[in-house]
């Protein structure tokens, strides 16, 4: 890994520090680098870039190709090499003002962005539910493994507001990481809703636990409110997005779920529908 530093900026108030954003190169992710850099300027927060690429595995030789091994790595070592330099300079322009960092690492960008996730204290990812993952990022990736708030930007989105919020709410190790990690960007709304779907037996000990999480956010000093509707899993997505439309919100925090399994992430099913499918702004804590 190579890095260009610049000096630091003063500390952000509310937590936020540093952000780190994966910039990729032909402008696939102007609009959320533009976001990032809009977002670190309003939390006089640092920005830093991140160029993460990788070769895909050579396919097994074809004697007709005319192509030998050594002339293909060649050829996509030099593609990445550009790829990463157009990155930066879409990333620089975007930051341009902000004495913002870059840096470069020739992994998949998931794991890079994982790895140096450890000098943020907020990622930012585009959402990506068919992408090459040797060139672009995967979000559940980045959110199991980075040990940090991601946040998650819905297809062509180029601006993040936060005006206004929903916390998914489940009384889970998981849910309480989100609602603390996204204390920073809470604390800038101007209403919040604590969201519960559950079944009908099981609403009144739902009101209580949102109830008591709306109560700690206003301690916060954050306009907070609970709301639990009736529903199973399978509803909690469209209840989500509906409070979120309702009420004018970009942002739904909610907690990751899932585990390994065989080198791959299994996801429980909310989890999975706010990653494939999302509206608005996500973001999500394991």
Not at 81 to 95: G, H, I, P
Not at 140 to 169: C, K, N, S, T, Y
Request: aromatic share 4%; hydrophobic share 50%.
């Amino acid at each position: 890994m190579t890095e260009t530093t610049s000096p630091m900026q003063a500390a952000a108030p509310g937590g936020i520090v540093r952000i780190l954003v994966h910039a990729e190169p032909a402008g696939r992710s102007a609009g959320l680098v533009r976001a990032a850099a809009d977002l670190a300027q309003r939390l006089g927060a640092q920005l830093t870039g991140l160029g993460a690429e990788m070769a895909e595995p050579l396919a097994p030789a074809n004697p007709y190709a005319g192509v030998t091994t050594a002339e293909w790595v060649a050829a996509m070592s030099e593609q990445i090499e550009a790829n990463l330099k157009s990155a930066e300079a879409e990333f620089r322009k975007a930051a341009e003002g902000l004495g913002a960092e870059w840096r470069i690492c020739r992994d998949m960008p998931a794991r890079a962005l994982a790895m140096v996730a450890r000098s943020a204290d907020l990622v930012i990812v585009g959402a990506a539910p068919s992408v090459n993952y040797y060139r672009a990022a995967d979000p559940a990736e980045v959110v199991m493994q980075a040990g940090r708030p991601v946040l998650i930007a819905p297809e062509g989105a180029d601006h993040f507001a936060g005006r206004a919020a929903v916390v998914a709410w489940k009384d889970t190790r998981e849910a309480r990481r989100a609602v603390i990690d996204a204390l920073p960007l809470l604390r800038r709304t101007q209403e919040v809703v604590v969201q519960a779907v559950c079944a009908e037996p099981d609403a009144e000990y739902a009101e209580a636990q949102t109830s008591d999480v709306a109560a700690w956010l206003d301690r916060h000093g954050i306009n907070a409110r609970a709301r639990v509707s009736a529903g199973v899993e399978a509803d909690v997505v469209d209840e989500l997005n509906a409070e979120a439309l309702a009420i004018g919100a970009d942002l739904i925090v909610a907690g990751a779920y899932g585990h390994s399994r065989l080198r791959e992430w299994a996801f429980g099913g909310v989890t999975r529908t706010l990653l494939d499918e999302p509206r608005c702004w996500l973001l999500l804590s394991h």
